[in-house]
């Protein structure tokens, strides 16, 4: 049996998108900007897929979705056009953001500071969450935006969006927010929390890889990353990918209906609760950062005396995929910021793995995938020289 519990790091095309995308290849495949019927028969469903993006974060008709890349492309975007509109040509030099942000915010971060913009990254408490008054206590008048993940990649939670997005809309600060692990797992209502900016990509919930998005409220254009021809308004250069755009706007689509947001919360929560149990009657195992504020999906476990990448290849070798955190910072765990964050010491960072489950998954496959990890645990605890039963140190190491 094969079961994919990696769905965090990339997720199936949903049937139902990859029949949308189909007649853009060999059927409808003029260049949407050629004023010819080959080009303008791309518009309807691409007009289409806009909509389906609008509903699906609750966007108002005057803002604007650029279609992307990916949200590597869109965080970018963002950091990037602030530090030359805010910075480079204004007063401010100032960023706010977490210790736990995908590499795609922390790495262009690091970069403007090598261009001399102060950044602040705030740490999360215990439970790996992100305190909204910490980002209060950190504005300055220096300060041009603040940026922060609507829920971690690895550990699932959620952080306090609405409630960071009132301190900046009082204090007039730039709101950005990596909803790369949101959408499709909770309702994403850039309106209610007052977000100027929100990145997303199309791989998370079912769509395909390769196409991401940046919502830009009305009045926060920024200088775009990309420079060239007119698309999106002059807002992204290069022409668009018309079946990975309609792809994408299937996607939010089925993956943002009040059924498909109550599936996850109830369906896929269960599956994960069921998983997450059964490895929890194990000996010496913990859910890192608690159970508390998680998306539906998500479940990152410490087995005590279990090498996170052992595990994986034991899982692989029973046709189970999942990870031992996030596919970009994997290769090298000491430097986990997710893992740092907490606090936790060396053991801690090498016993993660993350199983993160989507709709797509069944009970009969979760099953399977505890039989499999209960005999990974017994066999590889067996082979580890360093690994005696001692059940309180292990809880001591959090
Ligand atoms: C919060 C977050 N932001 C941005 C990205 C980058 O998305 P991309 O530009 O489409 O690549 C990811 C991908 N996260 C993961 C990729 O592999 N395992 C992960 O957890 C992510 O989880």
């Not at 479940?299 to 034991?314: A, C, F, H, K, Q």
């Not at 990870?323 to 765990?333: H, N």
């Amino acid at each position: 049996m094969e079961v994919y519990l990696d769905n965090n790091a990339t997720t199936m095309v949903d049937p139902k998108v990859y029949e949308e995308m189909k007649p853009f290849f060999c059927d409808i495949y003029g260049n949407p900007n050629s004023l010819h019927k080959f080009g303008a028969g791309t518009h309807p469903k691409m007009v289409e897929a806009l909509d389906f993006l609008y509903e699906g974060i609750n966007a108002a008709d005057e803002d604007d979705i650029i279609i992307t890349g990916n949200a590597t492309e869109s965080n970018n975007t963002v950091i990037k056009g602030i530090w030359v509109d805010k910075i480079l040509n204004g007063d401010k030099n100032h960023i706010i953001t977490s210790e736990v942000e995908h590499p795609a915010i922390t790495a262009a971060c690091k970069f403007l500071e090598t261009q001399g913009v102060k950044v602040t990254y705030l740490p999360v408490n215990e439970e790996g969450i992100l305190e909204a008054s910490l980002v209060r206590d950190a504005i300055t008048e220096e300060t041009a935006l603040v940026t922060i993940m609507w829920a971690n990649n690895e550990t699932g939670k959620i952080f306090p969006i609405k409630e960071i997005g009132l301190i900046c809309k009082t204090t007039g600060v730039a709101f950005h927010s990596d909803a790369t692990q949101a959408i499709g797992k909770f309702p994403v209502d850039v309106q209610e929390c007052n977000l100027d900016y929100i990145s997303f990509s199309a791989h998370k919930f079912h769509g395909p890889k390769g196409v991401g998005g940046l919502y830009v409220k009305k009045g926060s254009e920024v200088t775009p990353l990309l420079h060239g021809g007119e698309q999106m308004g002059g807002n992204r250069a290069g022409t668009v990918d018309v079946a990975s755009m309609v792809g994408m706007g299937w996607a939010m689509h089925l993956a943002t209906s009040t059924m498909a947001l109550a599936y996850e919360k109830n369906h896929v929560s269960k599956l994960r609760d069921k998983l997450e149990a059964a490895i929890l009657e194990l000996p010496e195992t913990i859910v890192i950062g608690g159970k508390e504020n998680r998306t539906p999906n998500t479940t990152l476990i410490s087995i005590r005396g279990v090498e996170g990448e052992s595990m994986l290849w034991d899982l692989n070798q029973n046709g189970i995929g999942a990870s031992t955190g996030s596919a970009c910072a994997s290769e090298d765990l000491e430097a986990n910021p997710v893992m740092n964050a907490f606090g936790s010491d060396s053991e801690l960072a090498h016993t993660g793995v993350r199983f993160s489950l989507s709709r797509f998954n069944t009970e009969e496959q979760i099953d399977y995938a505890i039989k499999v990890v209960q005999g990974a645990v017994k066999r590889l605890r067996g082979l580890s020289s360093s690994y005696a039963y001692a059940p309180e140190s292990h809880k001591s190491a959090l």
